[in-house]
């Protein structure tokens, strides 16, 4: 809990909030690897390619969720090996209703959006998250 310790942050404090007030209550994805773990685990599984900062996360007992493939997958990302593209879980995709509802039963304050390049759709379908009043960031990765 000391910035001066902090690796891989660039800013400490971001609207008066630190890193250690972020809990994380609900959490989405697509890959089989991760849906259905703990986020403490899903963080971690394939097709991750960050640099890990900090190896010993407890669980925290926040299921990762089956998202929605609302963009489509690629077809040629199909030819990649597994630790470098998205395998599919087979679980049924989220209606909009089980993510609000999802979203009202955990409390959430803050919906972060973390979508690929070319997320469109995706990026769109959390929005009626203003509808139960949490501050929404998008964020795309490139």
């Given at each position: 809990k000391d910035s001066r310790k902090a690796i891989g942050l660039m800013h400490w404090n971001i609207g008066g909030y630190e890193p250690f007030d972020i809990e994380v209550v609900a959490a989405f994805d697509i890959d089989k690897r991760k849906v259905g773990k703990d986020v403490s685990e899903a963080i971690f599984a394939?097709?991750?390619?960050?640099?890990?900062f900090c190896k010993d996360i407890p669980?925290?007992?926040?299921?990762?969720?089956?998202?929605?493939?609302?963009?489509?997958?690629?077809?040629h990302m199909r030819d990649y090996?597994?630790?470098?593209?998205?395998?599919?879980?087979?679980?049924?995709e989220?209606?909009?209703?089980d993510l609000v509802k999802t979203l009202k039963e955990s409390g959430v304050?803050?919906?972060?959006?973390?979508?690929?390049?070319?997320s469109e759709k995706a990026a769109k379908f959390p929005t009626p998250a203003i509808a139960?009043?949490?501050?929404f960031i998008?964020?795309?990765?490139?």
């Open positions: 394939f097709p991750n390619c960050t640099t890990v669980e925290i007992e926040v299921r990762v969720q089956m998202g929605r493939i609302l963009d489509g997958f690629a077809d090996p597994d630790q470098c593209t998205f395998v599919l879980a087979e679980e049924k989220a209606t909009r209703e304050e803050i919906l972060l959006n973390y979508m690929p390049v070319g139960i009043l949490i501050f998008f964020y795309s990765s490139f």
